[in-house]
Nanobody, 115 residues
Framework: QVQLVESGGGLVQPGGSLRLSCAAS????????MGWYRQAPGKQRELVARITSGGSTNYADSVKGRFTISRDNAKNTVYLQMNSLKPEDTAVYSC?????????WGQGTQVTVSS
C-alpha cells in the first residue's frame, strides 16, 4: 500500500511554468508505474504522463515537448515539470501509482492557467 500527496499547484499565466511534486509514503523503488492524471471541468480524466522504475516515459500528445516527468527513488518522490502552460492545461492534477493490480491516488492539486 502507498499513500500519495501532491503539492505545487497554483495560478499561473499562459506561457508560465509550474513543478508538481508527489511524495509517496513508502519506497517507490519497486513501483513499476507512476504517473500523473488530470481532470478538467466537464472533461474525462486523462493520463498526462507516466514513468517506469527504469526511467522510461510516456506522454499525452497534448503535452509532449512541454511537460517532463521524473522520479527520485531516494526521496520517494515523482515530479511533473510543466512549461509553456496553456489555458487548456487547467485541471486538477492527481498523482497515480499501481501496486499488485490496485490503483492508488493522491488528493489532487489544482492548476489554473489564466491571465
Amino acid at each position: 500500500q502507498v499513500q500519495l500527496v501532491e503539492s505545487g499547484g497554483g495560478l499561473v499565466q499562459p506561457g508560465g511554468s509550474l513543478r508538481l511534486s508527489c511524495a509517496a509514503s513508502r519506497s517507490i523503488f519497486s513501483v513499476y508505474f507512476m504517473g500523473w492524471y488530470r481532470q478538467a471541468p466537464g472533461k474525462q480524466r486523462e493520463l498526462v504522463a507516466r514513468i517506469t522504475s527504469g526511467g522510461s516515459t510516456n506522454y499525452a500528445d497534448s503535452v509532449k515537448g512541454r511537460f517532463t516527468i521524473s522520479r527520485d527513488n531516494a526521496k520517494n518522490t515523482v515530479y511533473l515539470q510543466m512549461n509553456s502552460l496553456k489555458p487548456e492545461d487547467t485541471a486538477v492534477y492527481s498523482c497515480w501509482s499501481t501496486l499488485a493490480g490496485q490503483d492508488y491516488w493522491g488528493q489532487g492539486t489544482q492548476v489554473t492557467v489564466s491571465s
